[in-house]
């Protein structure tokens, strides 16, 4: 069974910064787009930024470009999100997920639906 384990959460001042790490147990870390969604009190989960299986592309949503950057070592089975110039409406849980891809699909975008999700950090960021 697979497993998707985040760490790095905390509370953090606006304009910190944080790393988040997520770990894929399995073999098959490297088939799989990773992606970081994050839901807010009230608010729907929303994919936050997400990368290909072999890290050649990325997507971001557009509240967090510039300030979040995606990536993943496949030797590690592991997929960072590194947070720079955080804001107070940055606050929420994070969740890591995993989705199967086809070799060919390397967009690097996430379904709606990912076929694994981790268990969430919390991320809070104060004013």
Request: net charge positive; charged share 20%.
């Amino acid at each position: 069974q697979v497993q998707v384990v985040e760490s790095g959460g905390g509370l953090v001042q606006a304009g910190g910064s944080l790393r988040l790490s997520c770990v894929v147990s399995g073999r098959a870390f490297g088939a799989y787009t990773m992606g970081w969604f994050r839901q807010a009190p009230g608010k729907d989960r929303e994919v936050v930024a997400s990368i290909s299986q072999s890290g050649g592309n990325t997507y971001y949503d557009d509240s967090v470009k510039g300030r979040f950057t995606i990536s993943r070592d496949n030797a590690k089975n592991t997929v960072y999100l590194q947070m720079s110039s955080l804001k107070p409406e940055d606050t929420a849980v994070y969740y890591c997920a995993a989705a199967q891809r086809e070799p060919f699909d390397t967009r690097g975008t996430m379904p709606s639906r990912p076929d694994y999700w981790g268990q969430g950090t919390q991320v809070t960021v104060s004013s």
